[in-house]
């Protein structure tokens, strides 16, 4: 007997029908660690991504969500008028204006502050921020009765000097829980916390596709703008930086301004026949590390006996990433950059950051010949 000529128990088929109707179907718990079981054809937006995320935590309130979410609105906003640079009148330098720390400000710097200030302030997720193009901290006031728990800090466009000669920026960030108490202003203590504590970090590339990529701590992942629908869309899992490479990025045009340890160092990857890239945009060249390996240096100089890039707006938060991503990131006295302690908001540090095994053979050269007299 073929299954065909089985004998139809109807009365058993109707309540297995009624059976299926009835039941609740249960959503299951969304964590990332479920995007293995996402098709990779299957679009998952930034969105969809960060909701999951939010459930890996648990005193996940909201309101860390709301504030990635908010850096993604600000960064397409930036990202539309980065790109149209060319075609409108706001090219060039603002009116006179230099910031805090000397640098003279690009009129798109002023644009893309003013508008990541404005998106963060809209929300209230955040009770205050600080940019590298503020002298002081931000205060946002309340929005309701909400009470809010983080700080953010910026770099709104890094890279800027590029934007004249259509070559990629960035935007970069960091998140904090703040000291202080809820109820009262945020201070200035809030800010001043080692990069071992931020809660999340990452950038904005705007290069010939525009890219979100970021960590809270377990990972990173990047997005790629999809233009004709206005999404960041995962485009890069759990991204690891390679172990080692045959490529840094310095601006070897300050060589003999350089230390004798890192001289030596740049000359070892001459020798060695060492690809030289450097962009000139600390996030650009970071990126392109952070893909195909490699090390970015930025030492002391006569010029900027501290180093030139921030601590808080840059540093901490590209060296948790990388971290994040299986990275080393230290400073030239070989301290690591997100346990030092910030001692004012525009705080300056060197830095070398990159594939492991190159900042750790950067460390043997420092330690060689940073005894011996110069
Ligand atoms: P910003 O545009 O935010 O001031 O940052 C520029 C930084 C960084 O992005 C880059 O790596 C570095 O300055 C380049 O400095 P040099 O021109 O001295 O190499
Ligand atoms: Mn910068
Ligand atoms: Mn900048």
């Keep these: ?118 998106c963060l302030q809209n929300s209230g997720e955040c009770c205050a921020m600080a940019s590298e193009e503020n002298d002081d901290i931000i205060h946002v006031p309340p929005v309701g009765s909400k009470q809010s728990h983080y700080v953010v800090m910026f770099d709104p466009l890094d890279g800027s000097s ?84 045959q490529t840094y990025s310095v601006n070897q045009g300050y060589y003999s301004k350089f230390d004798l340890e890192m001289r030596r160092y740049i000359d070892h990857c001459s020798d060695l026949n060492y690809g030289l890239r450097y962009i000139g945009s600390m996030v650009s060249d970071v990126h392109r590390i952070l893909i195909q390996g490699g090390i970015f240096l930025y030492p002391s100089t006569r010029k900027y006996p501290k180093g030139k890039l921030r601590l808080l707006y840059e540093c901490n938060p590209l060296a948790m990433l990388i971290e994040q991503a299986g990275g080393k990131a230290l400073n030239t006295s070989m301290k690591r950059i997100l346990d030092l302690t910030p001692q004012e908001l525009h705080q300056r540090c060197t830095i070398a950051i990159g594939s492991p095994a190159m900042v750790d053979e950067l460390q043997a050269f420092i330690a060689r010949y940073s005894a011996l007299p110069l």
Aim: overall charge negative; proline content about 3%.
């Design 1 to 118: 007997m073929s299954t065909f000529d089985l004998p139809v128990n109807h009365s058993a088929r109707t309540n297995l029908m009624a059976s299926t109707t009835k039941k609740v179907v249960k959503s299951p718990v969304l964590k990332t660690s479920d995007l293995s079981t996402i098709p990779t054809n299957r679009i998952v937006t930034l969105d969809e991504f960060i909701l999951r995320s939010e459930k890996d935590f648990d005193y996940a309130t909201g309101e860390l969500t709301g504030l990635l979410r908010d850096i993604g609105v600000a960064a397409k906003i930036i990202n539309r008028e980065v790109n149209k640079a060319g075609l409108v009148n706001i090219l060039g330098v603002a009116d006179g204006s230099e910031n805090q720390s000397g640098d003279t400000q690009q009129k798109l710097d002023v644009y893309a502050n003013d508008r990541l200030i404005e």
């Design 162 to 245: 590029n934007i004249d000669v259509n070559m990629s920026v960035g935007t970069i960030f960091a998140i904090y829980r703040r000291k202080s108490e809820a109820d009262g202003p945020a201070t200035l203590d809030d800010f001043l916390q080692t990069g071992t504590k931020q809660v999340a970090a990452g950038y904005v590339l705007y290069g010939t596709s525009t890219m979100l990529v970021y960590t809270t701590g377990r990972g990173v992942n990047g997005f790629t703008l999809d233009p004709s629908i206005g999404e960041f869309c995962l485009s890069h899992r759990n991204m690891r930086i390679p172990e080692n490479s």
